[in-house]
């Protein structure tokens, strides 16, 4: 999304039948939901519908942005982005808790078989999919956390309001699953360039608290 777009003239547009304008938001929000939802469900399920069913619901009713956001396009954003990961979050929940035991055993399965497909060594341009299959192997609420700060790049305060978490416990996850995450991926970059190495496991790159931001 340019800093340019004014998500609530979008909506406004959208509403008055130019269908052009909504499928602009899908555009400016679908990338970081997909992450979110995925970070839930796993590779293997539904996650795709279950963020299309979160656009139909904004399409069916969306929120009224607060007048202290309108007109600064990236407040809008920002606005708008977290109500589409609050229904995202509430809709992946629903799937999860409506699946059966012997689904979630088979999913399990199935993404540790292809988490397990020899990886090799990893180039410096791959370093980015070399996370995020790791990532899929943190426990779920860890895993979560993580894609929405390393991959959304949303605040400790952002995440704590999306996913009902307090923000210590943000930060705590966090932490954890960045030790675990370079615990993971050492091995998998063992002969991979030093620089790329430091990159991933060290939280020099805005994978703890970016400068000026408080837990």
């Known amino acids: 999304m340019t800093e340019t777009v004014s998500e609530a003239a979008l909506l406004a547009r959208y509403h008055a039948g130019d269908t052009d304008a909504f499928a602009e938001l899908v555009r400016c929000h679908q990338g970081p939901l997909l992450r979110h939802a995925q970070s839930l469900l796993g590779a293997g ?3 795709e519908d279950t963020v299309q069913e979160a656009f139909l619901k904004l399409a069916q009713n969306a929120p009224v942005l607060p007048e202290e956001v ?3 396009p990236s407040a809008e954003h920002a606005q708008l982005g977290a109500w589409l990961h609050k229904v995202t979050r509430n809709l992946c929940m629903d799937v999860m808790r409506s699946e059966t035991r012997r689904k979630r055993r088979e999913q399990d ?3 540790h078989e292809a988490a ?3 990886m090799g060594t990893v180039e410096a341009n791959d370093t980015r999919a ?3 299959k790791s990532l899929g ?6 895993c979560e956390v993580l894609v929405l700060r390393l991959l959304g790049e949303k605040s400790y305060r952002e995440i704590a309001e999306i996913t009902g978490k307090k923000t210590g416990t943000v930060g705590w996850l ?6 675990a995450l370079g615990a993971e991926l050492t091995p998998l970059l063992a002969g991979t360039p030093r620089t790329v190495c430091r990159e991933v496991t060290e939280p020099r790159l805005g994978f703890g608290l ?3 931001e408080k837990a």
């Open 45 to 47: 399920s539904a996650y």
């Open 70 to 72: 309108l007109g600064d």
């Open 109 to 111: 399965v199935a993404a």
């Open 116 to 118: 397990d497909g020899g």
């Open 130 to 132: 070399a996370v995020q």
């Open 137 to 142: 192997r943190l426990p779920r609420d860890q």
């Open 174 to 179: 966090v932490s954890v699953g960045l030790k």
């Open 210 to 212: 970016v400068q000026g």
